[in-house]
């Protein structure tokens, strides 16, 4: 990759900067968070990094999360349209690390107090011994729910599957709604059912697949009951967005979710006063309780022009400054443990409210593969909810495609 000689100065051979004189030139910047909410957040900050370095243009582009991953590769490996800085869900990131198509930041002015990032965002952005993207945001799961529903049903959050079903119950008796949104075209949201029955969907450490085990297997059978029954409700397809509507517009009582969602959440009419949103700990299954640990890093290509103002605008981005305004704005954790006790992160219920959640989130293996088990999981998934499949068959088929999919485990 032709390392790039800024317009005041050159890199050197290690890619960090020596440049004495201002920052120039463009950086595009592939932005993958919500439209409508989340993006104007993050625009405005972008534009905090112009006023500071005028003569660096910033092209924002806004690219849908489901089509990120495959867009970067594709440019990457065409070595054209890629941009200069992507946020890379934490998934995605050791696999664009694996494939060479990210910037080595370490020693870059990229990396700034790196002291002072929670330990379980900076794991996915390690990469066989090398630093290849700054953690923006970290987020785990929790149940959203409609506080007037609940005082019309007489409920409190459920803390456990009984729970969620009695409280479900209560709730269709005494306001006709149903209890829970469950999405169902994305097996993320399955997650903290399998964690809650002590299973997950491999053991890295002994380079085995567990998604097929009797824990699997019981956790497909909680989510079908959960839809079977009445207490929950699905889609098969646009899950994202019937979910969405079915909450804000309060047809259901609860969905479970993470803070990426709330500031959408707040456009609801049923939210339009905020206290109504009330948030809760997912609820623990036979053997337990957890919710995964998601989140986004920002990442440089590695084949940028302008390496000097993508580090820049990486540290801008993901300062302390940047994440107390986004956790004041939109509700999102920081992954600086400085930016917590900012005034807009203390005034937030909602950081709060996850900031011990995140703490013990169910982390996933950061490997290159990590990213490519939910596809065949969400196949398994929609078709245990819609009643294609059994939960024994789903956990089998998973686990063989992973089996395949990682080379020599168990
Ligand atoms: C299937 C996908 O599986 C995995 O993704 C996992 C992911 O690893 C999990 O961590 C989890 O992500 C959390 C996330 O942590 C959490 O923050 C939040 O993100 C918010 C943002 O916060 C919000 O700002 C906004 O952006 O919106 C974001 C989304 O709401 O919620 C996410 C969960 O939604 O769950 C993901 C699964 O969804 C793979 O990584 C691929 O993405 C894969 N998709 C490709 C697979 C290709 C081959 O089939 C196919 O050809 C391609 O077309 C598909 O793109």
Known sequence: LALAATA???DDESGGSKSSGELSGTVTWWDTSNVGSEDKVFKKIAEGFEKKHPKVDVKYVSVPFGDAQNKFKNAAQAGSGAPDVIRSEVAWTPEFADLGYLAPLDGTAALKNQDDFLKQAVAST???GKTYAVPQVIDSMGIFYNKKLFK???VQPPASIDELKSVSEKIKDKTGKTGLYLRGDDSYYFLSFLYGEGGDLVDAADKKVTVDN?????AFGVVKDLVDSGAAK??????WENMMQSFKNGDVAMMING???VADTLTGKEFSDKGNLGISTVPAGSAGQGAPQGGHNLAVYAGSKNLD???AFVDYMTSVEAQAQVAGELNLLPTRTSAYSKQQAVDSEIVQFFKPVVETAVERPWIPETGSLFAPLNTEYTNVLTGQTTPEKAAKATGDS???LLKGWK
Request: with cysteine; proline share 3%.
């Open 234 to 239: 699905t889609d098969a397809t646009d899950g």
């Open 402 to 404: 992973y089996r395949k």
């Open 214 to 218: 009797a824990a699997g297997v019981k």
């Open 259 to 261: 803070p990426w969602a």
């Open 8 to 10: 005041c100065g050159s």
């Open 309 to 311: 103002a993508s580090y």
């Open 126 to 128: 390690k990469y066989d």
């Open 152 to 154: 019309d049903a007489g």
